[in-house]
């Protein structure tokens, strides 16, 4: 693989851009692999190029039924934060949010990893206390989290209205290494890095069985034919419920859609990462000047892709209220996709009833922050047999033994 450089760049000026070689190989299917990974989204990248980069592992490949980063992955709405409240969420997402740090060197790779600042408004008395808690927590953690006066609100983010209709400003939790990253980036840096190592990326190939002996999973049926494989991943979010099914067990999680939109581009006005769990909505500007606007889930399992139009509706008056001045932009385009909810609001990364079968999955609606942690995690999981010291207290068995890891407070808006 050629590096990206400014020298790269300037060779290439000179040469009217004639020299760039394709960013990864198309392979075809090879009978058999170390390991298999079903889903080409963020999780299930990282976690080929971690095995490839922390356990010398290569012998990879990537399946996936559509296009690289199709799924949630190229959808969410890219907000990168590690306040949560639990010890086990906050170590997972800070390992991921350091991680995002130093990425695009990593992997050579702009990422466009911008660490604005993310800031979560407190609008109730109740949240206040919520927040207040997260903060001592986080302190405990060795997260980087100060809860801010109204005053500090305003200054931060000048369009901000403190007295809204309904709810006052009170103050926020604000994270200022929080922020964001270009999520198709992600993924397609990711991928070369796997194509480099030799790892396949098998594209447009759904994966439409599973083939198991004596209680281990002995390789994959595939679009494109059968592989066999010594371990299998499965991290394919808002499907896991689909391959669980194929492999022959059961997942407490449901998929339910979550959905985005954005506005016309307008000239900045906004630096930060604004959260509204209040009254639930939240926004970013996007370097093209769009407002990136995030809304709630359907209350319904559904596969659409879409989400319902009165989710729409209900998180632009919220956020009209709080921010009145979008109150006369146009928006631009809407889309959904597929998050896998658990009951605790936290992932599932680890073994299966299937000696050599894994799965990461759970993120629900707020899993991109996560991408190079899960992998990370996911991948010494996959390397060596047992959870390693992020993965511990995710598995499966926690459902069973009742021992959750409740994030729904943290995950309130949830990304
Ligand atoms: C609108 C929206 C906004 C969001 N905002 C945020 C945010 O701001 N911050 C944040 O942290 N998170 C956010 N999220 C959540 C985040 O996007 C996901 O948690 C994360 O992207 C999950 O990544 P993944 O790799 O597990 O899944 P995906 O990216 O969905 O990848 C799974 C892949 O598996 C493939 N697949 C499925 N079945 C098969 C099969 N049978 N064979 C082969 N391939 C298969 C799919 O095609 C898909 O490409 C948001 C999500 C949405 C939808």
């Excluded at 170390?34 to 080929?48: E, K, R």
Aim: with cysteine; aromatic share 8%; hydrophobic share 40%.
């Amino acid at each position: 693989m050629r590096r990206y450089s400014a020298f790269a760049i300037a060779r290439e000026a000179m040469r009217f851009h004639t020299g760039w070689g394709r960013a990864g190989r198309a392979p075809e299917p090879k009978k058999h692999y170390d390991v298999v990974i079903v889903g080409a989204g963020g999780h299930g990248l990282a976690t080929a190029y971690y095995l490839g980069k922390n356990h010398g592992i290569t012998n990879v490949a990537i399946i996936e039924k559509g296009w690289l980063g199709g799924g949630n992955t190229g959808r969410n709405t890219s907000i990168i934060r590690s306040n949560y409240l639990q010890d086990e969420s906050a170590a997972i997402y800070e390992k991921s949010r350091s991680l995002y740090e130093t990425l695009s060197q990593d992997l050579n790779y702009n990422i466009m990893f911008s660490p604005r600042g993310v800031m979560m408004l407190a609008q109730t008395e109740h949240e206040v206390r919520g927040y207040k808690r997260t903060e001592h927590a986080n302190r405990l953690q060795g997260v980087e989290t100060r809860f801010i006066s109204p005053t500090e609100v305003k200054k931060l983010l000048p369009i901000i209205e403190l007295r809204g209709p309904r709810f006052p400003v009170l103050g926020a939790l604000w994270q200022p290494r929080g922020g964001t990253a270009r999520h198709d980036a992600i993924a397609w840096g990711y991928a070369r890095a796997c194509s480099d190592m030799g790892m396949d990326i098998l594209q447009k190939c759904e994966v439409t069985g599973i083939n198991q002996t004596a209680g281990k999973v002995t390789g994959v049926e595939t679009t494109k034919g059968a592989i066999s494989c010594d371990k299998l991943g499965l991290i394919v979010a808002g499907h896991s419920g689909h391959l669980a099914e194929m492999a022959g067990f059961r997942l407490p999680i449901e998929s339910v859609a979550l959905q985005a939109l954005v506005s016309e581009p307008i000239k900045p006005c906004m630096d930060v990462v604004v959260m509204a769990n209040t009254v639930h909505g939240y926004m970013s500007q996007s370097d093209k000047g769009e407002m990136v606007i995030g809304g709630g889930a359907d209350g319904f399992n559904n596969y659409t892709q879409r989400g319902s139009f009165h989710h729409v509706e209900e998180t632009v008056r919220a956020l009209i209220e709080t921010f009145p001045m979008i109150s006369r932009l146009k928006m631009l385009r809407q889309w959904g996709g597929i998050v896998d909810m658990t009951g605790d609001r936290s992932p599932i990364i680890g073994k299966t009833p299937l000696g050599n079968c894994f799965i990461d999955c759970g993120w629900g609606t707020g899993g991109f922050k996560a991408i190079p942690g899960s992998g990370w995690s996911m991948a010494a999981t996959m390397a060596k047999g047992e959870p390693d010291e992020f993965a511990a207290g995710f598995g499966l068995e926690r459902f069973r033994e009742g021992r959750f890891i409740d994030e729904s407070v943290a995950a309130g808006v949830a990304h």
